[in-house]
């Protein structure tokens, strides 16, 4: 039998990962999570994740780089960073973004890889 239960995540009691994501809503296959940033110094090192992402700009700017293309994100936009590309973002202007991630990011700490 399915799991057929509603889950509802109120971000200010949500969990945060260490690099100041907030997790919300996480079911079987995906998990979203809310990142809200300033512009940041150093620019952070390319990272490889074990699962595909999909997200949002809510508010705010910020230039991703993925293997050696870079584009700039800004409210409005969606991007996608395939599973296991080589990418890093770097934040221009105060962000409010939220991603999607699949499989979950948080499970297995895929997140800390």
């Keep these: 039998m399915n799991d057929t239960s509603i889950k509802k995540v109120d971000s200010t009691?949500?969990?945060?990962?260490?690099?100041?994501?907030?997790?919300?809503?996480?079911?079987?296959?995906?998990?979203?999570?809310?990142?809200?940033?300033?512009?940041?110094?150093?620019?952070?090192?390319p990272m490889c994740r074990d699962y595909e992402v999909v997200g949002y700009v809510i508010k705010g700017s910020a230039e991703l780089e993925i293997e050696d293309q870079k584009i700039i994100l800004n409210a409005g936009d969606s991007w996608v960073v395939p599973r296991e590309a080589v990418h890093r973002y770097r934040i221009l202007e105060?962000?409010?973004?939220?991603?999607?991630?699949?499989?979950?990011?948080?499970?297995?700490?895929?997140?800390?890889?």
Excluded: F
């Excluded at 079911?27 to 809310?34: A, D, N, Y």
């Excluded at 979950?104 to 997140?111: F, K, L, Q, Y």
């Design 13 to 45: 009691h949500s969990p945060l990962g260490s690099m100041g994501q907030k997790y919300l809503a996480s079911g079987v296959t995906v998990s979203m999570r809310l990142w809200e940033e300033d512009p940041t110094q150093p620019d952070p090192q």
């Design 94 to 113: 105060p962000l409010v973004a939220v991603e999607a991630t699949a499989p979950p990011a948080h499970i297995h700490e895929r997140d800390k890889k």
